[in-house]
């Protein structure tokens, strides 16, 4: 992706609204001295028709064309809606979609909400941020199970430990906006 202005822009609030320090567990299990709160700016207003718009534009450099944006609750949650706001503007509207970390033990019983049907939906799997990969790769595995076509998987960072290799072998593409190494370098 360029270098544009509003990616710098989406830096900053990520720098100084999201990089914390101290002594952190990661998902993945991991100790750090670095944790990465995108909530913090991803649920701002001045950031999610940013990100949405980013998102977008890397969509279609990848020539994805999906119908739907969601993955694992919490984290994915201001990601996917900020990318189906923002497509109201293009010729391609999304709808978001919502993972659910365990079935629902009723009504439905589904893992993915939101969608009124998911058999051949195509779909780009997200996440705020990526360590090992883990949470997105049950989110693909959930959008899957429920006839979803996962065209690829997006994070805002990538902690570079290892999410990359593991969704390649879980058969997906896979990108960043951002990585740690940018954040900690601005």
Not at 95 to 113: D, P, T
Not at 124 to 132: G, L, P, Q, Y
Request: net charge neutral; charged share 25%; with cysteine.
């Amino acid at each position: 992706m360029h270098d544009s202005d509003e990616r710098r822009q989406l830096l900053d609030l990520l720098v100084r609204h999201s990089v914390l320090r101290g002594e952190f567990t990661l998902a993945s299990g991991a100790k750090s001295n670095v944790y990465v709160d995108c909530r913090l700016t991803t649920l701002r207003g001045d950031a999610m028709p940013l990100l949405g718009r980013l998102m977008l534009e890397s969509f279609t450099a990848r020539d994805w064309h999906p119908d739907a944006v969601g993955g694992l609750t919490m984290g994915a949650d201001p990601v996917s809606f900020s990318i189906a706001r923002e497509s109201i503007d293009t010729n391609n509207p999304l709808s978001a979609f919502v993972v659910r970390k365990a079935e629902k033990g009723h009504g439905r019983k589904r893992y993915v909400e939101g969608l009124a049907r998911t058999e051949g939906v195509r779909c780009v799997v997200v996440d705020d941020v990526c360590t090992s990969g883990g949470s997105t790769v049950q989110a693909v595995e959930r959008a899957r199970g429920a006839g979803m076509k996962v065209l690829g998987t997006c994070c805002v960072v990538d902690r570079e430990q290892g999410a990359a290799r593991l969704l390649a072998d879980a058969g997906c593409d896979f990108f960043s906006l951002f990585t740690m190494r940018e954040l900690l370098a601005a």
